[in-house]
């Protein structure tokens, strides 16, 4: 994976080759898949296996998760410089990375359910080291694969499908870790040989979806990329004003997401003693998650992606209010409010990805630099702190009601501490983040503009009329917002 300034292979950039073929569409789909079965498994999983199976208490663990989760984010800043200093003439800028680092990626995770009994102090270092390294073989991986949405389209429904092929990827594996894996983890029982079973099927399954992504996707918006400093990257960032947006209104989203989540099995358990409704909801999310996918590429593409973001944001916020407020003694009123809320915060999943393409174009529009991977990882260390936000705040709210977590029916404040966390502190937070979006400007309109006049400059720096940046004082600044 070496850097190069020549030019890729030769591709119009246009809108009229950015339609894509339903075997690119699903091939990009199974790259969230498999990032998922090292993501979501770790994310579900890990915990369960430190302190069940490892020996590795639990407030060792929680540390561990937060050293480590603050590194990943800075490894996607810089798996993003990385790719942005890589353009390969065979492969292209970002399908090298899926190639070559989805088997390191798999292998890792497999290790991290493997700690071999090398005593207490040797086993948590073990753990750090295994989990520091996968955390970092993830971002080189997941910041190309995101990145490279902006690079195989320019059409806001295509890109939309792409969205939503990545929803529909990750939430089937989410669903079946869900409903076929949680089920196995008894108390009590050597769950080492399932952990074993299950990381060995996945590394097969995973390094195989990887490929059939990088084989079916290519890279259609190309030319030749030149090595982008430093200085050239941080000025992108700077300037890049919807992105910035966009990367607030996502952390106070997932803020509130991950918030609710996080206590989902507390809520169905102790505030409503109703928890054979999640295996319920597992499979109203899936189908609704599925219907949602196939519904916001033509809804996008009528109403536009800002317009749909604020909409799904709206249905967050109504079904976070219903959770808070319903009496626990309503629970299948409350289960309604639990999917609307869900399937709300689902669209905005879908949808966010397709936001987030546009603001490449906006930065190279507004700079003469193209630059995804350090645009992707911004992106992507901004939702990764809200990951960290949101399951703070659900255990903050937790603590405040005097949770016991050793008593089978809980207090009438730690029934409110848990609605906190699953209903109002998600509806806050879906307020803010779609209130932000409101004065959002990059609309598809003004999308289809810029890219218009990035077209227009590429043919005159193809022309020899000079370069993509000299051109930027000469065609921009007459469209300034």
């Known amino acids: 994976m070496t850097s190069s300034t020549a030019p890729q292979t ?272 597992s499979i109203v999310q899936l189908v609704l998650t599925l219907a949602l996918s196939a519904w916001v590429p033509a809804l996008v593409s009528k109403f536009g992606k800002r317009s749909i973001y604020i909409v799904f944001v709206a249905v967050g916020v109504v079904g976070g209010l219903l959770v808070m407020f319903t009496p626990t003694s309503l629970p299948w009123i409350a289960f309604l409010g639990f999917v609307i809320a869900v399937g709300g915060m689902s669209g905005v999943g879908i949808v966010v990805w397709a936001v987030e393409a546009d603001t490449v174009e906006y930065g190279e529009w507004k700079t003469g630099v193209r630059s995804e991977g350090i645009i992707y990882s911004l992106f992507s260390f901004t939702r990764k702190t809200g990951q960290a936000i949101g399951g703070a705040l659900a255990g903050y709210a937790l603590a405040w009601g005097g949770y016991d977590g050793h008593s089978a029916v809980q207090s009438a404040q730690a029934v409110t501490g848990i609605q906190i966390a699953a209903g109002l502190i998600p509806a806050v937070l879906g307020s803010a983040a779609g209130a932000i979006m409101f004065f959002y400007e990059l609309t598809d309109a003004r999308h289809a503009t810029i890219v218009e006049e990035l077209r227009a400059r590429h043919e005159q720096a193809g022309a020899g009329l000079g370069s993509d940046a000299e051109t930027v004082a000469r065609l921009s600044l007459s469209d300034e917002a």
């Open 10 to 281: 030769p591709g119009t950039g246009s809108a009229g080759k950015d339609r894509l073929p339903l075997t690119s569409i699903i091939g990009y789909g199974a790259g969230d898949a498999a990032n998922n079965l090292a993501f979501t498994t770790t994310s579900m999983f890990l915990l369960v296996y430190f302190t069940d199976t490892a020996g590795i208490p639990a407030l060792a663990a929680g540390t561990l998760f937060l050293v480590v989760r603050l590194f990943d984010a800075f490894s996607d800043l810089l798996a993003g410089r990385l790719v942005d200093r890589t353009n390969t003439r065979r492969w292209g800028k970002f399908r090298p990375f899926i190639l070559f680092g989805s088997a390191p990626l798999m292998i890792l995770t497999f290790l991290n359910f493997h700690i071999p009994e090398i005593g207490a102090g040797g086993k948590l270092a073990y753990a750090y080291i295994a989990y520091a390294a996968l955390g970092l073989a993830y971002s080189l991986v997941n910041i190309p694969y995101g990145s490279m949405a902006s690079a195989m389209t320019q059409r806001p429904k295509e890109r939309a499908k792409l969205a939503s092929a990545r929803t529909v990827g990750a939430l089937l594996v989410s669903t079946a870790l869900g409903v076929f894996v949680a089920p196995l983890l008894k108390a009590g029982t050597s769950l080492q040989p399932i952990f074993t079973t299950l990381t060995i099927v996945f590394m097969v399954i995973g390094v195989a979806l990887y490929l059939l992504t990088f084989f079916t996707t290519r890279e259609n918006v190309v030319r030749e990329v030149p090595k982008v400093s430093f200085r050239q990257s941080m000025q992108t960032l700077k300037g890049n004003k919807p992105l910035l947006m966009l990367c607030i209104s996502s952390l106070l989203y997932l803020s509130g997401l991950l918030s609710l989540s996080t206590v989902q099995v507390y809520y169905f358990r102790d505030a409503l003693h109703s928890l054979n409704l999640v295996p319920v909801l």
